[in-house]
């Protein structure tokens, strides 16, 4: 579901109280925070933590295997994958002809620092993917050949265009709400 920054906006207005207005009286003020951008700026730290932190069935992964550049490097088993602009997460890897599950990691992990000897990284029975930064992938699946792993589908979670919010509507319910 694509939302709109206005949409949002009155969501976040909602559960924090600050509307709907009362109309059946006036009041006036001279001074007072700006409340949308207050709200915006909150609605921006919500949205992305939610991106790069949230359960994947609250967001919309597209797949960007055919946006992104694979080049194999010859002196160690890995494939490097520049992932397209915009990428916040990759949520799925999937090798062609390797019905294994690709593990997914951050750069830092254990598991991801296996990766760095060709004794102890991934392969064909136990692919790994590491993702470097939120454009880079290397990817460990090489064949006991040492021919490298093709990827079938590469999912990743990405920034919809300024103004408008992509999500599921279950999402909504991670707001904070400010209790009376």
Known sequence: MLISHESMLAQWKLRRYVEPLRSDCTVVRSDGADTDSLLTMEIRDWYLDLLDHGPVEM???????DESAVRCRGDFPVV????????????????????????????????????????????????????????????????????????????????????FYELDERALSTIKTVEL
């Open 80 to 163: 490097e994958v520049t992932l397209p602009e915009g990428c916040r997460r990759v949520t799925e890897v999937r090798l062609r002809d390797n019905h294994r599950r690709v593990v997914v990691t951050t750069a830092g992990t254990p598991l991801a620092m296996l990766q760095e000897s060709e004794f102890s990284c991934g392969g064909e029975m136990s692919p790994v993917a590491v993702v470097i930064s939120p454009r880079r992938l290397n990817l460990y699946g090489h064949d006991s050949s040492g021919n490298p792993p093709e990827i079938e589908r590469l999912l990743a979670v990405r920034l919809p265009p300024d103004g």
């Open 59 to 65: 967001l919309s992964p597209v797949d960007v295997t």
